[in-house]
């Protein structure tokens, strides 16, 4: 398959440019293998941590993350503009989830008393009791497949670099087609 990929890649790097735009970077051998670790783990990873809350909590990882979200705000409850902004996800997305989270009993919508559009999701306390109770194992999951993994060296130059690709594609609030605006 790395060589179907190669030719692939050669094709396009003879390929000409088009008119309006300066010849490609292309990533050399070494961005390219470094690249490919990154989607790969990254995968791997969001997989791994989604089958393990499927598993023990019956929700996928974004779910987790949204109860997450909520129990760190204040009086455990966010807008959902708020929310979803948060999570990176679309409106549409984010209202999906939270009305399967509302049928589990663990979150609950409240209209917005100043904004008649606007609506809060608020962590129920049956949701605070499923964060307590099923939090340990997924930290387990998270320590087991990361930083187990790692030298303290290693973890420290891993959390400064994905601050620095975070940071590097942070969107402007202006211009950009931002998921949780759709």
């Known amino acids: ?58 929700m996928p990882h974004v779910y987790y993350g949204l109860l997450v979200k909520l129990a760190e705000a204040p009086s455990r409850r966010l807008r959902m503009t708020e929310l979803a902004m948060s999570a990176k996800i679309t409106r549409s997305r984010l209202s999906h989830a939270v009305a399967r989270l509302e049928k589990s009993g663990w979150v609950r919508r409240e209209d917005c008393p100043s904004d008649k559009r606007g609506q809060f999701a608020v962590l129920t306390e049956k949701g605070q009791e499923v964060m307590r109770r099923h939090a340990p194992g997924h930290v387990e999951a998270v320590r087991q497949a990361v930083f187990d993994r790692l030298t303290p060296e290693q973890q420290k130059s891993l959390g400064e670099i994905m601050g620095i690709i975070a940071e590097g594609l942070q969107p402007s609030e202006t211009g950009a087609d931002l998921p949780w605006l759709r």
């Open 1 to 58: 398959m790395f060589k179907e990929v190669r030719r692939t890649v050669e094709h396009m790097k003879r390929a000409p440019a088009s008119a309006d735009a300066g010849p490609p970077r292309w990533l050399t051998d070494e961005e390219q293998r470094v690249w490919r670790a990154y989607i790969e783990a990254s995968t791997l990873l969001e997989d791994h941590l989604d089958r393990q809350l499927q598993r023990d909590a019956g």
